[in-house]
């Protein structure tokens, strides 16, 4: 079982920048690919970023590479995106979620556990 916690989501302006933290507990943490991924109001759950297990493969939505980042620290438990260069399509509650093995997914459906998600406004 493993518990998220996202934090960091708050209102910027257009062409700001944020980092979002999930924190999970649990000592397996490195076992788990990670993904971020964000909901607008009226919109389907997308998916942003992934890693995988040890970090060694990141994943993102065509809609934000290049000004998104995705790490993780498995010393700290926890996975950051550094989201740069924002813009108000990227208005969305985000959440991390966990996915039991090596290899992250794009899709929502094939991960394990949730964070309950941090609000991001941008603001034009």
């Known amino acids: 079982q493993v518990q998220l916690v996202e934090s960091g989501g708050g209102l910027v302006q257009a062409g700001g920048s944020l980092r979002l933290s999930c924190a999970a507990s649990?000592?397996?943490?490195?076992?788990?690919?990670m993904g971020w991924f964000r909901q607008a109001p009226g919109k389907e759950r997308e998916f942003v970023a992934a890693?995988?297990?040890?970090?060694?493969?990141?994943y993102y939505a065509d809609s934000v590479k290049d000004r998104f980042t995705i790490s993780r620290d498995d010393a700290k438990n926890t996975v950051y995106v550094q989201m740069n260069s924002l813009k108000p399509e990227d208005t969305a509650v985000y959440y991390c979620?966990?996915?039991?093995?090596?290899?992250?997914?794009?899709?929502?459906?094939?991960?394990?556990?949730w964070g309950q998600g941090t609000q991001v406004t941008v603001s034009s």
């Open positions: 649990g000592r397996t943490f490195s076992s788990y690919a």
């Open positions: 979620a966990a996915r039991r093995y090596y290899s992250a997914s794009y899709h929502a459906n094939e991960y394990d556990y």
């Open positions: 890693i995988s297990k040890y970090g060694g493969s990141t």
